[in-house]
């Protein structure tokens, strides 16, 4: 089995019980609403080299817990029903003193490679690493979208980790997930009181102007996503000259709030090609991000065209 493959294990054994250093002692991965991620180093036994898991954990100071330890719970569920080398693998789930959630640790997520390709004045990354991931993640919602019937809810760069030199991706936070029906529709019937969570930046037209929901929109950010790879920035996140001169600044309010105000109006909107992205080199990338980010739903194709899609641009990139 390969390094970057994604062994699954359905049942615990007390092999599984490990004890939890103080957060101090662990070094972060990440962090979300409510969670951070932590890796955990595990010690040698019988003379073999464990592999580090990545442990999401609680966030202490939130105050709505009870909240945020239900969707890990559910998250931990959905974890050990999925096997796919595109989605991070399950390793375990406690309950006990520390409520933690056991994952394959990655290498990195691509949005702090994007952060960090910014921090050290970087170029755009390339056509080949653009459909990779695309390939990788398109084919990781194509199986959650028909296999497992449900919508991944959060798509972004921050939700994509990378191992190597984009070797593999891998999908991962399956913490707002919502059910969807035989036609790839969101299943109100069945979802409770879960509602399309999301994050504003690179939500789809549907959930900004109150459309229907489906596996449609998880196709949107999938394509800001990729755009994000271009850009090297949040989708809506730039302030132009144009948006400058146009506007009436009012110095009695915050400059945050005018950036807010500046950047909500576009959202749902599909962000302009980034000027020194050349059509020609990007073409292929370019061609995925616009049938992407289609403002109707029924325009975009279904993650499985776009696996397909992917993959076959991506060997011609390899040939090359």
Same mark, same amino acid.
């Given at each position: ?7 699954v294990r359905?049942n615990k ?5 490990i ?9 972060? @991965? %990440?962090?979300?609403t409510?969670?951070s #991620?932590?890796?955990?180093v ?5 003379? $073999? !080299?464990?592999?580090p898991?990545?442990?999401?954990m609680?966030?202490?100071r939130v105050?709505q817990?009870?909240?945020?330890s ?8 959905l ?13 375990a789930?406690s ?14 997520? @691509? %949005?702090?490679m994007?952060?960090?390709r #910014?921090e ?6 390339t056509p080949? $690493? !653009? ?10 919602l ?9 919508l ?11 191992n190597g ?7 991962c936070?399956?913490?707002?997930t919502l ?6 529709v969101?299943d109100?019937?069945?979802? %409770? ?49 144009d948006?400058?001169d146009?506007?009436?600044i009012d ?25 020194d ?8 990338p ?11 739903p029924?325009l975009?194709?279904?993650?499985a ?6 993959a076959?641009?991506l ?6």
């Amino acid at each position: 089995m390969s390094e970057f493959q994604t062994p699954v294990r359905k049942n615990k054994s007390n092999d599984d019980k490990i004890t939890i250093p103080p957060s101090p002692f662990l070094n972060r @991965l %990440g962090y979300g609403t409510g969670v951070s #991620v932590m890796q955990l180093v595990r010690s040698p036994r019988a003379g $073999q !080299i464990r592999s580090p898991w990545a442990l999401k954990m609680l966030n202490k100071r939130v105050k709505q817990n009870k909240v945020y330890s239900e969707r890990l719970k559910v998250e931990a569920e959905l974890l050990q029903r999925m096997s796919h080398p595109n989605i991070v693998g399950f390793r375990a789930f406690s309950k006990a003193k520390t409520l933690y959630l056991g994952m394959e640790a990655c290498d990195v997520s @691509l %949005g702090d490679m994007i952060e960090k390709r #910014v921090e050290n004045g970087g170029d755009p990354f390339t056509p080949k $690493q !653009i459909l990779k991931v695309a390939s990788d993640i398109a084919s990781a919602l194509d199986y959650l979208h028909t296999k497992m019937q449900l919508l991944h809810g959060d798509m972004k760069s921050y939700n994509i980790l990378v191992n190597g030199d984009f070797v593999i991706c891998k999908l991962c936070d399956f913490g707002v997930t919502l059910p969807l029906d035989e036609n790839g529709v969101f299943d109100k019937e069945n979802a %409770g009181k879960a509602v399309y969570f999301g994050t504003e930046a690179w939500s789809a037209p549907e959930v900004i102007n109150g459309g229907e929901i489906s596996n449609k929109t998880d196709i949107w950010p999938f394509g800001l996503t990729l755009w994000e790879m271009m850009s090297l920035m949040p989708p809506h996140s730039q302030i132009d000259d144009d948006t400058l001169d146009e506007s009436v600044i009012d110095l009695d309010d915050s400059t945050a709030s005018m950036e807010v105000d500046f950047f909500s109006e576009k959202y749902g909107t599909r962000p302009l090609v980034p000027a020194d992205i050349s059509e020609k080199v990007y073409s292929d990338p370019l061609a995925l991000f616009c049938c992407c980010t289609e403002s109707l739903p029924s325009l975009r194709p279904s993650a499985a065209t776009l696996a397909t899609a992917a993959a076959d641009m991506l060997s011609q990139h390899l040939v090359l």
